[in-house]
């Protein structure tokens, strides 16, 4: 740095050092030449800065010198605070000042850039991660970047101020089967043989329990061998930790607490208790065990209303078992033909055969793709018990439960996206609660565990785990914001009977079980106390 000590960060600088001489260091913005007069903004990660290159005040190499600057060089400027003596700025922090130069060097040039380093660049994004190092220039890419260190760090505060240990726990390890494919590594040692990387630290954290560390926590990188996709990434972080001796209550006031300190941050703040649902209920009313609550638009269960219809596609749902349900677009009844069938496409790609809709027009009529199917009697208590008004838009789906909760949810999603429903400043928390234990997996043939196999059913459902497997409820609990699953955690199985029954059902054999989790099954014989957890997914949050 050719000697110089850098005194302030540019964003930093404000009215408050008029006067003072300030060295700043960073990347020139941009240089705009006047003829005498350059005027160059230099921007590092906290802001940017104008320094005036001005004939009456700077002396002429200087100007020379700034003048040849080029975007993304990287400079030194030492110089002193003043007020500007052109306009304000509104846009940016440092707004009402600049600085007048004394001393100016390039630490380093750079070739013209495949982009501007700019706010919500419209850059490709092959061509932004190509140049990652680039991209990651862009003050909102710093801003996520420092935002999510911010929350680390109030986590890492909490947590020690509750007690939690912070315990760091191998990545080279057995299988930790969290429902995902495993990372393998090779090991040199033992050829032919592989580690796996964490899923997530489960078994360790419970092994910690068993080893009387109380209170656990981590910040863990986990890796999980799927599918891409926006909020799913092969490598990614959680915040994961680990309790004795507590109930879910307990679990959940602390991350109720841990919420409301990080969310404090970025002046949001969180309501607590955070309101709480079931499974069966967020299923059945939003579609979604994940439901977005920041808007109704909910699910209504019609297939009473709809029995004896004469339209086919919903008494033939009726009759294999299924159901039929719909959704009320308030005020969307003007829908033209067009848009409602490109719904009917967005429904398929969730695996509806089709949509049936019924839009209640202003005089008292429909415009429908089913209602010459209906008697006028049945349709006016259909209309009803959608709460149907004139102006309204009913969308209909029949099939099995599955699918048509998977439709509803997704189009109500889609429909309030478009409809401009999802208010970015809105926080909605919501606990999702009692989780099926098990769900069915078609590939594998068998039951697999729908949280992961360390989960401990509700202790109503266990008789029913050997005769109805599917309907045993877990102590499991997630918990939502506005729509995405940030955390999820349960009550663990401590008994090693309990434990072995979960293996059997999910298809181990007595010997499978011992030879993959054999040292749980052990450790649980030494006195395990009961303890339960949960992992936020780092970005996620
Ligand atoms: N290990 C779980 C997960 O990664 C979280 C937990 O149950 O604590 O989803």
Not at 353 to 364: F, I, S, T
Request: net charge negative; glycine share 8%; hydrophobic share 40%.
């Amino acid at each position: 740095m050719q000697g110089l000590k850098r005194t302030h960060r540019c964003g930093e600088l404000s009215a408050a050092n008029v006067g003072e001489t300030a060295t700043i260091m960073g990347w020139v913005q941009k240089n705009r030449n006047k003829g005498g007069l350059v005027f160059v903004d230099v921007r590092d990660r906290s802001g940017i800065i104008q320094v005036v290159f001005d004939e009456g005040s700077v002396d002429a190499a200087l100007i020379e010198k700034a003048a040849k600057l080029r975007s993304e060089y990287v400079v030194a400027v030492v110089g002193k605070v003043a007020k500007r003596s052109g306009a304000v700025n509104e846009n940016i922090a440092t707004g009402e000042i600049e600085i007048i130069p004394e001393e100016l060097r390039v630490l380093s040039e750079s070739e013209t850039p495949p982009f501007q380093i700019e706010e919500n660049s419209k850059t490709k994004e092959e061509v932004r991660l190509k140049y990652r190092y680039l991209d990651l220039r862009r003050p909102d890419m710093q801003r996520n970047l420092m935002m999510r260190s911010k929350v680390a760090t109030l986590a890492r505060q909490f947590m020690a101020n509750e007690g939690f240990l912070e315990i760091e726990t191998p990545v080279l390890i057995g299988s930790t089967p969290e429902g995902a494919r495993d990372y393998l590594v090779p090991s040199r040692v033992h050829p032919g043989s592989f580690y796996a990387l964490p899923q997530s630290p489960q078994l360790l954290k419970q092994l910690l329990m068993c080893s009387g560390y109380d209170r656990y926590f981590q910040i863990a990188k986990c890796f999980r061998d799927e599918d891409l996709r926006a909020d799913r990434q092969p490598e990614f972080t959680q915040i994961d930790m680990e309790l004795s001796f507590v109930d879910m209550d307990d679990v959940i006031d602390v991350n109720e607490r841990l919420l409301k300190y990080i969310f404090k941050e970025i002046g949001v703040d969180v309501q607590l208790p955070i309101q709480r649902m079931t499974w069966q209920e967020a299923m059945d009313r939003f579609g979604s065990d994940k439901p977005d609550i920041r808007f109704g638009m909910e699910l209504q269960d019609v297939s009473e209303v709809v029995k004896g219809c004469g339209f086919g596609v919903f008494t033939g749902a009726l009759e294999n078992g299924g159901t039929v349900r719909g959704i009320n677009a308030k005020g969307q009844g003007h829908m033209p033909r067009k848009k409602i069938d490109a719904l009917v496409e967005v429904a398929k790609t969730y695996g509806a055969k089709g949509l049936a809709y019924l839009a209640v027009n202003e005089d008292g009529t429909y415009k429908s793709s089913f209602a010459k199917f209906f008697e006028e009697e049945q349709l006016k208590e259909l209309v009803k018990a959608m709460d149907g008004e004139p102006g309204d838009l009913l969308l209909f789906a029949a099939d099995k439960k599955k699918v048509v909760w998977d439709v509803l949810g997704a189009l109500r999603l889609h429909l309030a996206k478009s409809l401009d429903l999802l208010k970015k400043d809105d926080f909605r928390f919501l606990w999702v609660t009692e989780f099926p234990l098990l769900e069915w997996s078609e590939e594998q043939n068998r039951f697999v565990a729908m949280h992961h196999p360390f989960t401990m059913p509700m202790e109503e459902d266990l008789d029913k785990i050997d005769s109805d497997p599917g309907a045993v409820r877990a102590q499991a609990y997630d918990i939502v914001l506005n729509g995405n699953e940030i955390g999820g955690g349960s009550i663990r199985i401590h008994q090693d009977d309990i434990q072995s029954k979960m293996f059997e059902v999910l298809g181990f054999t007595p010997e499978q079980a011992q030879k993959q989790f054999g040292f749980l099954l052990d450790a649980f014989k030494y006195g395990v106390p009961p303890h339960a957890g949960l992992a936020y997914g780092l970005d996620r949050l």
